[in-house]
C-alpha cells in the first residue's frame, strides 16, 4: 500500500508564502517522477511542477520564477515553495508520484491540501 501525505495549505493573503510537503510511504522499490497537481473550482486538473528522480524539473508558465519543486530522496518527501501567491493560485493541491512497487509502474494521488489566496 502506497501512501501519500500533504501538508502545508492554508489561507494566505496575496504576495504570500506557502511550502506545501508530501510524504510518500509504503512498499516501494523506486520512485521516479513527483510532481504537484492543482484544481480550481469548475477547472481540470492542471500539472503545477514535476521532478524527475534527477531532479530535472519543469513547471506551468503560470507559476515560473514563484514555484520552486524540491525532493528529499531519503525522507521520501517532495516539497513545492510558493512564493508571490495570487488568488489565481487558489485551488486544491495533489501530491502524485510515478514509482515502482514489486515489478508494476502506476501513479498514486494524494488526497489533496487547500490553498486559498485571498486578502
Known amino acids: 500500500q502506497v501512501q501519500l501525505v500533504e501538508s502545508g495549505g492554508g489561507l494566505v493573503q496575496p504576495g504570500g508564502s506557502l511550502r506545501l510537503s508530501c510524504v510518500v510511504s509504503?512498499?516501494?522499490?523506486?520512485?521516479?517522477?513527483m510532481g504537484w497537481y492543482r484544481q480550481a473550482p469548475g477547472e481540470q486538473r492542471e500539472l503545477v511542477a514535476a521532478?524527475?528522480?534527477?531532479?530535472?524539473?519543469n513547471s506551468a508558465d503560470s507559476v515560473k520564477g514563484r514555484f520552486t519543486i524540491s525532493r528529499d530522496n531519503a525522507k521520501n518527501t517532495v516539497y513545492l515553495q510558493m512564493n508571490s501567491l495570487k488568488p489565481e493560485d487558489t485551488a486544491v493541491y495533489y501530491c502524485?508520484?510515478?514509482?515502482?512497487?514489486?515489478?508494476?509502474?502506476?501513479?498514486?494521488w494524494g488526497q489533496g491540501t487547500q490553498v486559498t489566496v485571498s486578502s
Open positions: 521532478i524527475t528522480s534527477g531532479g530535472s524539473t
Open positions: 509504503g512498499r516501494i522499490f523506486r520512485i521516479n517522477a
Open positions: 502524485m508520484i510515478s514509482c515502482v512497487v514489486g515489478s508494476r509502474l502506476d501513479d498514486y
